[in-house]
């Protein structure tokens, strides 16, 4: 017996109503705001993800499922969409495109987690990404995009936490400030927030230790220490947001920690969620296709963990609709009624009828009853003698209609008929 391997899921028949619903939800919502789909591969060159997410990051550290290849070549199971998308922006001269080139896609990552609930070693993620503007209009839409989706998957007490990391011209004082106010804390601090304040010193904010939160609380904030460019387009992002009636608070902790992330880092917070309040995050990284080799390039994006969001619709009592159980099942007895069936049953579905029909020659009492467990609307039923009289019994399994006695020949094109006119289908 073999297991799916640690940290994998399978997704089941029954949880697929869930997945095809989220597919359409994203479908209809990137829509609306006119993103376009892009697939990139599943694995990419390890280097590509050192480089954009970034050496002294948990995902570079530890995280990666990265391997050697037949030829030689380092080689990682994609950790997150956004280097692979500013990659293929760049290598297939989306630059040339009118900008901003405004992005999506779902799929799954890889990340080599300690196995937990709610954490899986492969997990599916809706990413939206738009690249080529710096226009703070382009921030307040990457957001408006996930507050719609949440919203029409009908989360409720929507609201974003919103903060700037600014840019290489304001950030590099500001950290000197953290590194300033840390110094004579340095007992209290824990030791992962002394080896941060070493690598990546931006990352002590978002800090979970205990003994780490006064000193947070008291820490200087960044957006006291924006540059002009920076100050102005968070100001008018804000101003935005201000228009629109969206609430946000300004959390200060919101940091991503690395230089090519800059200013707008936000996230979606919703009511009923639990103690991880956050359905996603996102944010502006102007620096990455810079640093990846290509021209600066501005962009902002967000992912969305799908199992998360599919988890907290049902913890939410968020329900779905059902898969369209058939319209007709196919009853019969004996070979020739059998081979009458196959032929009857595949002109239904070529009306685009759904219709199933019993295998291993079950008693008709027994297929009468599956008819009832799959929810049919129709039993067709041909014994001996409607085989001999070229008829067929049609009964309505959904009501106490009185069985009709139809001719083969007619039955399709009735049931066509009767479907056409929205007859009523158990979901
Ligand atoms: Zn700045
Ligand atoms: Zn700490």
């Not at 297991?3 to 994203?26: F, H, S, V």
């Not at 199971?77 to 280097?83: D, G, K, Y």
């Not at 100050?231 to 609430?247: C, I, N, S, V, W």
């Not at 959904?398 to 001719?407: C, G, K, Q, S």
């Amino acid at each position: 017996m073999y297991l799916a391997p640690r940290g994998t899921t399978d997704i089941l028949p029954e949880d697929q109503p869930y997945w095809l619903y989220l597919y359409d939800k994203i479908r209809h919502v990137v829509g609306l705001f006119d993103y376009q789909r892009i697939d990139v591969p599943v694995f990419e060159e390890t280097a590509l993800y050192v480089r954009s997410v970034g050496e002294g990051t948990d995902i570079v550290d530890k995280e990666m499922y990265n391997f050697v290849d037949k030829g030689g070549r380092d080689i990682a199971l994609r950790p997150e969409f956004t280097a692979g998308i500013v990659r293929a922006y760049l290598e297939n001269g989306m630059r040339t495109l009118p900008q901003p080139v405004k992005l999506y896609t779902t799929g799954p990552l890889f990340r080599y987690e300690r196995v937990q609930a709610g954490r899986y070693r492969q997990h599916t993620q809706f990413d939206i990404e738009s690249i080529g503007s710096l226009d703070p209009a382009v921030d307040l839409e990457i957001m408006s995009v996930a507050w719609q989706l949440y919203s029409e998957l009908g989360f409720q007490g929507l609201a974003f936490q919103l903060n700037s990391t600014g840019c290489p011209v304001c950030r590099p004082a500001y950290i000197q400030r953290l590194v300033a106010y840390y110094e004579p804390r340095h007992q209290e601090a824990c030791e992962d927030c002394l080896r941060r304040l070493q690598r990546n010193p931006l990352r002590v904010l978002d800090c979970k230790v205990e003994t780490c939160q006064p000193i947070i609380a008291e820490a200087p904030h960044i957006i006291d220490h924006l540059c002009p460019e920076c100050a102005e387009h968070f100001a008018t992002l804000r101003g935005y947001l201000d228009a629109l009636g969206r609430p946000y608070t300004l959390n200060h902790r919101l940091v991503r920690g690395l230089d090519y992330y800059t200013k707008t880092v936000f996230e979606v917070w919703a009511e009923g969620i639990g103690a991880q309040n956050a359905i996603c995050g996102g944010g502006r990284y102007d620096g990455l296709a810079k640093e990846l080799g290509g021209p600066p390039t501005p962009g902002i994006g967000f992912g969305s963990g799908m199992e998360r969001i599919i988890l907290l619709m049902k913890e939410n009592g968020i329900a779905v609709p059902g898969v369209p159980a058939p319209q007709v099942a196919m009853i019969y007895h004996g070979s020739n009624a059998k081979t009458r069936c196959v032929q009857l049953i595949t002109d239904l579905r070529e009306q685009d009828i759904r219709a199933v029909m019993a295998f291993d020659d079950r008693s008709m009492r027994a297929q009468l009853r599956n008819a009832n467990r799959v929810g049919a609307t129709y039993a067709i039923i041909l014994g001996e003698d409607e085989l001999a009289a070229g008829n067929a019994v049609l009964q309505d399994m959904l009501t106490d209609a009185p069985r009709e006695t139809v001719a083969q020949t007619e039955i399709v094109h009735l049931l066509a008929e009767r479907f056409e006119s929205d007859y009523p289908c158990k979901l």
